[in-house]
Nanobody, 113 residues
Framework: RLVESGGGFAQDGGSLRLSCTAT????????VYWYRQAPGKQRERVAG???????NYVDSVKGRFTISRDSGKNTVYLQMDNLKSEDTAVYYC?????????WGQGTQVTVSS
């Protein structure tokens, strides 16, 4: 099971740090992604990090978001800086392709202008 946390309210230009924690070591050896789903839109992949630490980002967040992992804590982070109103969404973590059983409750991020 994956547990997302760290969401909340921020103003344009603000920052938030999300955490995704696994209840066991299922992250070991795997690439983990952050996804988000805005109201009325499909869920999209935002950022990913491989076991070796290589990262990738969707164009809309490049230069603003940073994904990292602490393997000892079975946790993947998403540092979100210079937030924009279009970042408002529920954020989730999972593998790719996503494992249906692992979807958590997500964490709501709301950015106001």
């Amino acid at each position: 099971r994956l547990v997302e946390s760290g969401g909340g309210f921020a103003q344009d230009g603000g920052s938030l740090r999300l955490s995704c924690t696994a209840t066991n070591n299922i992250f070991h050896g795997n690439t983990v992604y952050w996804y988000r789903q805005a109201p009325g839109k499909q869920r999209e992949r935002v950022a990913g990090i491989t076991w070796a630490g290589s990262t990738n980002y969707v164009d809309s967040v490049k230069g603003r978001f940073t994904i990292s992992r602490d393997s000892g804590k079975n946790t993947v982070y998403l540092q979100m800086d210079n937030l924009k109103s279009e970042d408002t969404a529920v954020y989730y973590c999972n593998f790719y392709p996503p494992n249906r059983v692992l979807w958590g409750q997500g964490t709501q991020v709301t950015v106001s202008s």
